[in-house]
């Protein structure tokens, strides 16, 4: 009965220690967003046009975050704004403090918890899943804006470091001191070939087959490549790599016009093996299983819509 009004107590009250908290604090929100953006784009005048500021505005808010604590966050080359020692320390502390301000100004207005939310994919989580998980959370949250990038795992990996993203979904493996990489699912790998490929007609490949074939593959730096190299371990250096692609559907287009065998996810080929315009290629003694990863900077703050974002995707491997 009572519920409504102790509500909007509680708000009020929120509003009111923010106000004291902020009115305490020798530095503000918006030097420190504009801090981060000059940071991305080592440029102010960039930076000043996301923010949606003038460039003399953005650099008094800069000049005055860096006089009020008698620090020099960057080291001025050129045009360029390069981030010196002290920047590179404060710039995760940053990120974290604005996402927490985003969080609660959404808790505060009173609307979804999830507001803008960038996330980065790999090529196949991209082109074969994310869309699909897209769809559902924003059905879930209507007001929320996603915007999803999708590169290979070395690129993916970069952007997460680099704080562009929130999180990434990766197919590689990855050891980086400033992410957390978590499991989310499973995958497997499909050699392949065209229906009229002499190697089409055989039941089992041996390895004698696998160095015979014309490969075509994913590109260094990719998850599905780092997958490749892993499952021909003994092998690789002795494999003919024909082509080298940057992308999933070339590979296939190429494989199906007779230029060599492929090896991609299986999640890429179900509709191509069910037209029978491509056809699986059995090596068992191959290990060709991998695993999907979510990536996070382990400084970063984990937002109410990365956490809500990573819940759909563990759904979607439930369904």
Not at 28 to 38: I, P
Not at 83 to 107: F, T, W, Y
Request: positive net charge; charged residues 25%; proline residues 3%.
């Amino acid at each position: 009965m009572y519920t409504p009004y102790i509500c909007k107590m509680n708000i009020i009250n929120i509003y009111y220690l923010f106000y004291r908290y902020n009115s305490r604090m020798r530095y503000t929100l918006k030097q420190l967003q504009v801090f981060l953006a000059v940071a991305h784009h080592e440029n102010v005048s960039h930076a000043a046009n996301e923010l949606a500021m003038s460039q003399s505005a953005a650099s008094t808010a800069l000049k005055e975050l860096e006089q009020r604590f008698d620090v020099v966050l960057f080291d001025r080359i050129g045009k360029r704004l390069q981030l010196n020692e002290q920047g590179i320390l404060l710039r995760p502390r940053a990120v974290a403090l604005i996402s927490r301000a985003e969080d609660l100004e959404n808790v505060l207005l009173q609307k979804s918890a999830v507001g803008e939310l960038k996330v980065g994919a790999t090529l196949t989580i991209g082109n074969y899943l994310a869309i699909g998980i897209m769809a559902k959370f924003m059905q879930d949250y209507p007001a929320a804006r996603v915007e999803l990038t999708v590169e290979n795992t070395a690129a993916i990996a970069a952007r997460v470091r680099n704080f562009e993203l929130d999180i990434g979904l990766i197919e590689g493996e990855l050891q980086e001191v400033d992410l957390d990489v978590m499991f989310w699912r499973d995958d497997e790998l499909v050699p392949f070939c065209a229906p009229d490929h002499p190697l089409a007609k055989k039941r089992r490949l041996t390895d004698t087959d696998l160095l015979e074939a014309a490969w075509i593959v994913r590109e260094k730096g990719s998850g599905t490549r780092q997958a490749f190299d892993r499952a021909m371990t003994g092998i690789l250096p002795n494999l003919g790599l024909r082509l080298e692609l940057q992308h999933t559907e070339g590979i296939k287009r190429a494989v199906e016009a007779g230029l060599g065998v492929g090896c991609l996810s299986k999640l890429t080929l179900i509709e191509a093996f069910k037209r029978g315009s491509l056809v699986p290629l059995a090596a068992p003694h191959r290990n060709w299983t991998r695993k999907f990863y979510f990536i996070l900077h382990r400084q970063k703050f984990m937002s109410s819509g990365v956490k809500s974002w990573i819940q759909h995707c563990q759904q979607d491997t439930q369904d």
